[in-house]
């Protein structure tokens, strides 16, 4: 079974010839005994894996990737199969797709407590790792991979390396920032309208012309097999889940109406809380809260969007402009910073800095007179005192 596995490894390394490396890959700390890097479909994970592999290679370190949802392992005992791995002198695990295995987490903790080997894994969800039976989330460090960010979309798309920037630089030092990536030979609005329609997942620039439908088959998967392979959900009840992508589409965000969606979904209140727990888990829904203080709890999302706007225009018939820049602003700050409704302007990010989405000619009547609020603006270049070009919070990470 190993040298079967060792022939398909070195099959796929061959169809993967990706060199650009994502902002995720820089920011690992290897030396860990046991990494999680969880994410959509289509987001990289196999593609950070198999370049850890290349890496490991080039130092003579002995590796093996396995994709855990190989046909042939049906039946195997994965336990088994490390230790032939770890008795030939194994040093480094890749498991992609663990999800796909039954009773993974329980597997993962012993090869954590009876091997010295290092692991690197895979998944869909890390809800499912951190509330394991197993406890495995002490053993485990985990890491989320987004989609690109519009800083990585410009990266790969024109060959070029950009810095990316810290929410409190954007604040302070924008006018300086957005006039040095200005410099770039690429026109900055037009690439921003390119990236705000296909530029989040990057499989787009293999499956240009069918995109959108790729993307649709992927959202598929991951209700059809990843979520119910965790046991979130049965097969007979994924339409609802998608049912429910389609009526989020049609609500508005400043008009959540849980009644209203859960009647349109045809689902009950209780399992709407749920299903939008899963989608947000399974990155196809992004879920703002209001800010609380102390003791009080929100029980439910003040707004909710679908993850980025290239699902918008992928699932939905008509696409508002306040929505998609709402959406492109809540996906790429959420990524790295805490970010809630705010009373007062729209978002409140790390209960400090007030931001108000809006065009060009956005005013700051909403936030007038509010410290460190600003207003991130649409269709300009460069900003102006606390006016910013919304495309510069695509640099965060």
Same mark, same amino acid.
């Given at each position: 079974m190993l040298s079967n596995i060792k022939k398909y490894q070195e099959r796929l390394k061959k169809s993967f010839k990706i060199h650009y490396k994502r902002y995720l890959y820089h920011t690992l700390n290897f030396d860990d005994?046991m990494i999680g890097i969880f994410g959509a479909r289509g987001v990289g994970k196999t593609t950070t894996l198999f370049q850890y592999l290349d890496q490991l290679e080039h130092e003579d370190k002995k590796a093996l990737y ?6 042939? *392992? ?59 039976? =197993?406890?495995? =989330? ?53 690439? $921003? ?14 499956? %240009? ?15 059809? *097999?990843?979520?119910?392979? /965790?046991?979130?959900?049965? %097969?007979?009840?994924?339409? &609802?889940? &998608?049912?429910?992508?389609?009526v989020i589409c049609e609500s508005k965000p400043f008009e959540v109406n849980y009644t209203k969606i859960a009647a349109l979904a045809e689902i009950s209140r209780v399992k709407l809380y749920d299903y939008l727990s899963y ?5 196809? *829904? /992004? ?25 918008? $225009? ?17 996906? %790429?700050?959420?990524? &790295?910073? &805490? ?53 510069? $919070?695509?640099?965060?990470?």
């Amino acid at each position: 079974m190993l040298s079967n596995i060792k022939k398909y490894q070195e099959r796929l390394k061959k169809s993967f010839k990706i060199h650009y490396k994502r902002y995720l890959y820089h920011t690992l700390n290897f030396d860990d005994k046991m990494i999680g890097i969880f994410g959509a479909r289509g987001v990289g994970k196999t593609t950070t894996l198999f370049q850890y592999l290349d890496q490991l290679e080039h130092e003579d370190k002995k590796a093996l990737y396995i994709s855990l949802d190989y046909p042939f *392992l049906s039946g195997v005992d994965l336990i088994d199969l490390v230790e032939e791995y770890a008795n030939e002198g194994g040093e480094y695990l890749l498991l992609d797709e663990v999800h796909r295995f039954e009773n993974f987490a329980s597997y993962l903790k012993t090869i954590y407590d009876l091997f010295d080997i290092k692991v690197v894994f895979t998944s869909s969800s890390a809800t499912s790792i951190l509330n394991a039976k =197993s406890d495995l =989330s002490r053993r485990v460090t985990l890491y989320n991979l987004g989609g690109f960010s519009f800083r990585e979309y410009l990266e790969f798309k024109h060959n070029v390396v950009l810095d990316q920037y810290e929410i409190a630089d954007i604040f302070s030092s924008h006018i300086e920032i957005s006039t040095t990536i200005a410099l770039n030979t690429f026109n900055i609005l037009k690439e $921003f309208k390119a990236y705000i329609e296909v530029g989040y997942y990057p499989f787009y620039f293999d499956k %240009q012309t069918s995109y959108y439908q790729n993307l649709l088959n992927t959202i598929n998967l991951t209700i059809d *097999l990843d979520l119910t392979s /965790l046991g979130l959900i049965e %097969q007979k009840y994924t339409y &609802k889940l &998608k049912k429910l992508l389609e009526v989020i589409c049609e609500s508005k965000p400043f008009e959540v109406n849980y009644t209203k969606i859960a009647a349109l979904a045809e689902i009950s209140r209780v399992k709407l809380y749920d299903y939008l727990s899963y989608l947000h888990d399974g990155q196809m *829904l /992004l879920l703002v809260d209001e800010k609380s203080d102390g003791l009080k709890k929100v029980q439910k999302a003040a707004k909710i969007y679908l993850n980025n706007t290239n699902l918008l $225009f992928a699932y939905c018939a008509n696409c508002e402009i306040g929505t998609l820049r709402e959406t492109f602003f809540a996906n %790429q700050v959420s990524h &790295k910073y &805490k970010l809630n409704i705010s009373k007062q302007g729209d978002f409140l990010i790390d209960k400090k800095f007030i931001v108000e989405i809006g065009g060009k000619n956005k005013s700051f009547e909403q936030i007038k007179d509010l410290p460190n609020s600003f207003v991130a603006a649409d269709d300009i270049m460069r900003g102006n005192g606390n006016k910013i070009p919304l495309w510069l $919070f695509g640099f965060l990470y």
